[in-house]
């Protein structure tokens, strides 16, 4: 029985996250790889937007979210 693989390159599937946010975040990761940053991870893929998505995808690159935060903050003071 042969083991299916996902994409490692798809959108993740968290309503948390937000989609836009995601394509975003890979894309500027992507400019920095194309400009000779260091990627995270050992990767057999030459293309900086393949790397640049699977870093994000796996949560190696730090961001804010500023509507994530203004939701989280919204509920927090509806609970007060």
């Known amino acids: 029985m042969s083991e299916q693989r996902m994409p490692t390159n798809v959108i993740p599937d968290d309503p948390e996250v937000s989609t836009y946010r995601f394509i975003i975040v890979a894309?500027?990761?992507?400019?920095?790889?194309?400009?000779?940053?260091?990627s995270f991870l050992p990767t057999t893929s030459k293309k900086p937007t393949v790397a640049g998505m699977e870093e994000?995808?796996?949560?190696?690159?730090?961001?804010?979210?500023?509507?994530?935060?203004?939701?989280q903050a919204e509920i927090a003071n509806s609970h007060s």
Do not use: F, H, S, T
Request: no cysteine.
């Open 27 to 38: 894309a500027k990761r992507a400019r920095q790889l194309q400009a000779g940053a260091r």
């Open 56 to 71: 994000v995808r796996r949560g190696l690159i730090q961001y804010n979210d500023p509507m994530r935060e203004a939701r």
